[in-house]
């Protein structure tokens, strides 16, 4: 048996590559291209991630987690990923449809008894009841909810979504709606008998390793939370704003765990949960997903979505996927999927060069959303950095 300070060396290096190869000269490259955005009081700061399948290539951080402290923007920050979340709760779905619980054809009302007899906004009845699938689309109807209490539940959030009228019929149009997943994580719970956050947390979280993705920030991980920041209307300097739809402490856990927009996460957390999609449903010798169902979830859905800030669109099941890339989107391949969130943060893989690329910031009302000249500028230099050119 080799000795301890030679079994040390082996075992960094049988590690090391599945979590980070440092190149200088190329993340020096990616953030040259990002500086202008904090120099320019776009972004307070960043987190920056490229992976392979197997990989992360890239981890970097610019600026600052805390302008008032001037604390420095670390790699392990926890960002509120707001609809990021949507990709993962998508995820939860199918492994059940897989196991035979339910269809993805399936109305609503069988698994949730509370939607029968819904009307549309004019007190018609439907065309047809709402399906699985019209919710994984967004083409369920669903009417969008305030919430009027910071300390409710999932059950109590979804039977208000379900005493509001239907929008439009079901199918019949496209409305994204975080009501229709946060109905999809109660489907979840009533099918599999367990709170949704539980199922996520032993059928997700835990065999992907993401230790810092949750509803409910420790006040450990709390500490680590990057401050949101926004650019009032007449104003032309950053301000901390407060996290939206997530009312009261992030650590309270009284709070609702919110499938279409709830978790908090990092770079690398969330790298993992694509590179397992980019290996069709394994990770580190575990089979999460059936290759089939991975496919089905990133396969486009629908026609072209109105999106203007990110064209060429379509919806898989929970996932959006770029069908015919353009502007910033240019340099990914067609079927590239994935999601954004409401604070700026995107999270997207490439299937074809078995890219990861995940920014994360934390910036309300960012210009054009999807579509931000930041997210163009991060993708653009790190295709030139780890695409198949080099």
């Known amino acids: ?66 302008l008032a402290s001037g604390a420095p923007m670390k790699t392990d920050a926890l960002f509120w990923i707001a609809s990021m979340t949507k990709p993962m709760t998508a995820v939860c779905v199918q492994m059940l449809v897989e196991e035979g619980r339910f269809s993805l054809e399936d109305p609503v009302e069988k698994l949730l008894p509370e939607f029968r007899g819904q009307k549309l906004s004019s007190g018609a009845d ?82 992907l390793g993401m230790k810092d993705t949750t509803f409910w920030p420790t006040a450990d991980q709390a500490a680590r939370l990057a401050k949101s920041y926004s650019i009032p209307k007449g104003q032309t300097q950053l301000q901390e704003i407060p996290i939206s739809m997530l009312p009261g402490a992030v650590t309270n856990r009284k709070r609702p765990a919110k499938p279409g927009a709830g978790l908090f996460s990092t770079a690398t957390d969330v790298a993992a949960f694509y590179q397992m999609l980019l290996q069709e449903g394994r990770f ?77 910031i934390q910036r309300g009302g960012m210009p054009k959303g999807d579509g931000s000249d930041l997210r163009g500028a991060f993708q653009e230099a790190a295709f030139a950095a780890f695409g198949p050119a080099r």
Do not use: N
């Not at 919710?135 to 208000?160: M, P």
């Not at 439009?168 to 008998?193: C, K, N």
């Not at 067609?334 to 954004?340: A, D, E, K, M, S």
């Open 126 to 207: 439907p065309g047809r009841p709402m399906t699985v699938r019209d919710l994984l689309t967004h083409k369920s109807g669903i009417s969008e909810v305030r919430q009027s209490k910071e300390e409710t539940t999932l059950a109590e959030l979804v039977v208000d979504y379900s005493k509001a009228p239907l929008r439009f019929e079901p199918g019949s149009q496209w409305a994204y709606s975080t009501a229709g997943i946060d109905t999809l994580g109660r489907i979840v719970e009533v099918v599999a008998g367990t709170p949704f956050e539980i199922f996520l947390q032993k059928r997700l979280l835990e065999p």
């Open 284 to 360: 580190q010798g575990r089979t999460l997903l059936t290759p089939a169902s991975v496919r089905a979830l990133v396969s486009p859905q629908t026609e072209i979505i109105p999106t203007p800030s990110a064209p060429g669109v379509t919806m898989g099941l929970g996932f959006k996927v770029q069908t015919e890339p353009q502007e910033v989107t240019a340099v990914q391949a067609p079927g590239t999927f994935g999601h954004g969130g409401a604070y700026g943060t995107q999270s997207w893989a490439d299937p074809k060069h078995k890219l990861v690329y995940v920014l994360l």
């Open 1 to 66: 048996m080799l000795p301890l300070h030679r079994l040390i060396p082996v075992a960094v290096a049988l590690v090391f590559p599945l979590i980070c190869r440092a190149d200088p000269a190329r993340d020096a490259a990616i953030a040259g291209k990002l500086q202008p955005y904090l120099d320019s009081g776009v972004v307070s700061g960043l987190v920056t991630l490229v992976a392979d399948e197997t990989r992360v290539l890239h981890l970097a951080t610019l600026g600052k987690s805390d």
